[in-house]
């Protein structure tokens, strides 16, 4: 069974999970020995009260060196510079990781058998060729988010897909690009942890006590609360316009994009900002949930983008109402999907709260298809098929 350097672009506790703490997690129940390697920081650190706390918790972090939080499963936080682009940094930078790899796998007993990446950078500053496999898994276009050295990243992920063993992606335009690197390019869309939501059919889970209190009927989102992805001017019109709604914003604000506004929304009445909650807990925020949104603006980013909240909402059994993108068509059967505009949108609302929804077997049947158990399955066979080696 092969060790598994995995570099990510997110911190292990971060409250919204992504791909690489659930792909890991999966890697090592199926008997891989996994180092998770935290984000190194592909943008500069911004002024602030988020990005203060994450140095603190880094340093922290990174002096107590591979700390183990599941079997199988370490986790490692690098401490370099955040988005070092002179020669000096980026040397800095790629002395530090190769000695405390070499730290880390030499303490844990790993192997060098595969390094696992999620940072397009990964060439920039790793030495790649002494892996036995290379995996580039791109689940976004990330140069498409606010403050990141576009130029830079495209020039170097270029490199990654076409030097990797295997690529694989989370949508078709992804798909599209590196392809043209890569023939070794395979489409895996987003999923979810079924089991883990499903939780929210439970009839003994109670509700939140703070989401109990409010009135129904209540719309609730999940996720980052950031507006280069959510479309906010469409959740305004809609709280306005109808405000016998209640809307429940479930979520940090500003992730990833400071110049976030929400004055609006916090202006309204009928709308919550819960904050973040803890993955275990978001389940029973479901359950209270008449309908789930997935409003999202419409750009660059996320044209190549599935988004993550889209099964697990299924999942948790909500009628869901989305923004019409390209990567959700497929889904429209279990799904209402609207165009942006309030009007349209608010539309495919009243009709989930009068009843008019997907069965919900079939929308459980979809989110049971789509889970990180069976596409990391389906991944590790590729790779095997890709490459010979044993998965």
């Given at each position: 069974m092969a060790d598994i350097t995995l570099l990510a672009t997110a911190d292990w506790d971060h409250p919204l999970w992504t791909n690489k703490q659930h792909v890991a997690c999966q890697l090592a129940e199926r008997g891989h020995r996994v180092l998770y390697v935290e984000s190194i920081g592909l943008r500069p650190p911004r002024p602030g009260a988020a990005d203060r706390s994450r140095l603190i918790r880094r340093l922290r972090h990174g002096l107590q060196g591979p700390r183990r939080v599941r079997p199988n499963l370490w986790v490692w936080s690098p401490l370099v510079l955040p988005a070092a682009s002179s020669p000096w940094g980026l040397r800095l930078n790629r002395l530090v990781l190769r000695l405390g790899l070499a730290a880390c796998r030499g303490l844990l007993r790993l192997r060098r058998d595969w390094l696992w990446t999620y940072n397009p950078l990964t060439l920039q500053l790793f030495d790649t060729s002494r892996h036995g496999?290379?995996?580039?898994?791109?689940v976004d276009a990330i140069q498409e988010q606010p403050g990141m050295p576009a130029r830079t990243i495209d020039l170097w992920e270029?490199?990654?897909?076409?030097?990797?063993d295997a690529v694989f992606v989370t949508s078709p335009q992804?798909?599209?690009?590196?392809?043209?690197?890569?023939?070794a390019c395979r489409f895996y869309g987003n999923v979810a942890d079924a089991d883990h939501f499903g939780r929210a059919l439970e009839a003994s889970l109670p509700e939140p006590p703070e989401l109990a209190v409010l009135p129904r009927p209540r719309l609730g989102f999940i996720g980052a609360i950031s507006g280069y992805k959510l479309d906010l001017p469409l959740l305004a019109a809609l709280a306005r316009q109808q405000p016998e709604w209640t809307l429940v914003l479930i979520g940090?604000?500003?992730?990833?994009?400071?110049?976030t506004d929400v004055s609006e929304l916090k202006g309204l009445a009928n709308v919550v900002f819960a904050g973040p909650q803890p993955y275990r807990a978001l389940p029973a925020w479901l359950k209270g949930m008449d309908v789930a949104l997935l409003p999202v603006r419409r750009n660059a980013y996320t044209r190549a983008m599935f988004p993550m909240k889209f099964f697990e909402y299924l999942a948790a059994g909500v009628p869901v109402v989305a923004t019409a993108i390209e990567t959700l068509a497929p889904h429209a059967d279990v799904a209402r999907l609207s165009p942006p505009d309030p009007a349209s949108f608010a539309a495919a609302i009243r009709r989930c709260l009068d009843g008019d929804v997907p069965p919900l077997d079939r929308r459980l049947a979809v989110a049971g298809a789509h889970t990180y158990r069976t596409r990391t399955g389906a991944m590790l066979a590729d790779v095997a098929r890709l490459t010979g080696t044993a998965a």
């Open positions: 496999l290379l995996i580039y898994h791109c270029e490199r990654l897909s076409r030097a990797a992804l798909l599209e690009r590196h392809r043209r690197f890569n023939p940090p604000v500003g992730e990833g994009d400071p110049e």
